[in-house]
């Protein structure tokens, strides 16, 4: 079973390029997030999906941007990256639905801004 | 004050002890309850989830939640040196979809 796939799963960057980090899921889930985990900080919500079609903010927006064309994919892009975006991301999903909203965790993206 | 705050550790455990994991939470409304297992270098999976009062059994792991002293704690019985991980909690507010996470408690189950 697939569960959610990310890509890549690393990647250096230079500072100022963009990227777009890619999310898809095969669990009809709802709800879709980005989180970034550093040391010291544990896991941080970047943005959030609710259902096809919406998106909002989580606690560090800044920098990144999504999009929830469909259920299945959420890529994360960074118009220009900085080198505080280095960081591993986490892509996760849920139901959605009443309280059996646990988050199920892609691979993760080790992710490097030089 | 954080949202979800745990002690990170690391927490040393001989093998085949209980090893106890406490988190606190902020917001009386939180709803649902979450621990998550993370190896070093891989993502978090989900070990047990609590909604109600009281404990939840689950094999060695017991979740425990009491709302109105606001934590919710994970006991791991039989310790086993694979169960040396990060172990993260997590909390969803009622009403709303996210979830959000506490920085983890390292365990290390010493053989």
């Known amino acids: ?35 970034r985990q550093d040391l010291g900080l544990g896991l ?22 999504v999009s929830r064309a469909n259920t299945d994919d959420f890529p994360l892009t960074l118009a220009s990256a900085v080198p505080s975006q280095t960081s591993v991301y986490f892509c996760a999903s849920s139901e959605g639905q009443g309280q059996n909203t646990e988050a199920f965790f892609g691979q993760g993206t080790r992710l490097t801004v030089v | 004050q954080k949202e979800v ?29 979450f621990w998550y297992r993370q190896y070093s270098g891989k993502s978090p999976e989900l070990i047990m989830s609590i909604y109600s009062n009281g404990d939840k059994e689950d094999g060695r792991f017991t979740a425990q939640l009491n709302k109105a002293s606001q934590y919710v704690s994970l ?25 959000t996470f506490g920085t983890g408690t390292k365990l290390q189950v010493i053989p």
């Open chain 1, 1 to 35: 079973t697939a569960g959610i796939t990310q890509a890549p799963t690393s990647q250096i960057l230079a500072a100022g390029r963009s990227m777009t980090l890619r999310c898809t899921q095969d669990m009809r889930h709802n709800a879709m997030y980005w989180y």
């Open chain 1, 44 to 65: 941080r919500l970047i943005h959030y999906s609710n259902t096809a079609g919406t998106t909002g903010k989580g606690e560090v927006p800044d920098g990144y941007s």
């Open chain 2, 5 to 33: 705050e745990q002690n990170s550790g690391p927490l040393s455990v001989p093998e085949g002890a209980i090893a106890s994991l406490n988190c606190t939470y902020s917001d009386r409304v939180s709803q649902s309850f």
């Open chain 2, 75 to 99: 006991l791991i019985r039989d310790s086993q040196p694979s169960d040396s991980a990060t172990y993260l909690c997590a909390v969803r507010l009622r009403g709303y979809q996210k979830v």
